[in-house]
């Protein structure tokens, strides 16, 4: 079995997707994991989680980084009947040991309950663009439902994780002074909070 991409693989993933993105004048933002270890969660994420601000088709995206830059490339999703392909990253690995990748997941708000990100609430972490931390911890509180609600064995799996990462980003939240109140979440539909 190949061994898993490590958090600094993880931020230059990331980086240079941001980059491809910027240059085709598109904002992104991540989320997911990696969000969560750039605040300072301590699990090391296995994938890149993206959020593009403006646009629908995540196909259109893939595509477009696959295409700028040789690590990136698509493959066949391994879901039967799935009418989409997976964004992976090539990384480096030895000669002979299996080939080493990272998956790279693209989203827009509106999948998944993602909501429309002011560009001007972006934060900076490291130099990548991240969701802000409420609403990111609001995300993992979303996912975590949906992995405990979840028919498929994969899905439960990743419950205990989440509760893992939703008690650091809770701490994190504490420790920085973060609160809910005021007019900080007046950008977010009511039925995600």
């Known amino acids: ?21 910027r240059e085709h004048v598109y904002l992104c933002c991540l989320f997911g994991s990696t969000a969560c270890a750039l605040y300072g969660v ?40 799935a009418g989409y392909k997976v964004l992976w990253y090539r990384l480096p690995s030895p000669a002979g040991s299996p080939r080493r990748k990272c998956k790279v997941d693209i989203l827009v708000p509106g999948i998944l309950n993602i909501p429309n990100i002011p560009p001007w609430l972006i934060k900076h972490k490291l130099g990548l663009p991240v969701m802000s931390l409420l ?21 439960q799996a990743k419950q205990h994780v989440d509760v893992e990462d939703i008690e650091e980003l809770l701490s994190i ?15 977010l539909p009511s039925d995600f909070i």
């Not at 259109?60 to 990136?72: I, M, N, R």
Request: include cysteine; proline fraction near 6%; aromatic fraction near 8%.
């Open 1 to 21: 079995m190949a061994s898993p991409p490590i958090y600094e693989e993880i931020r230059d993933i990331a980086r240079r997707a941001v980059v491809i993105l």
């Open 42 to 81: 301590n699990r090391c994420p296995k994938d890149v989680d993206l959020i593009i601000l403006r646009g629908e088709d995540t196909a259109y995206f893939k595509q477009l980084l696959a295409d700028s830059d040789d690590p990136f490339y698509l493959a066949p999703s391994r879901r039967r009947n």
């Open 135 to 155: 609403p990111l911890l609001m995300m993992k509180l979303q996912g975590w439902t949906d992995h405990r609600d979840s028919r498929r064995s994969d899905f």
């Open 173 to 187: 939240a504490c420790r920085t002074g973060t609160c809910i109140g005021g007019h900080s979440l007046n950008w």
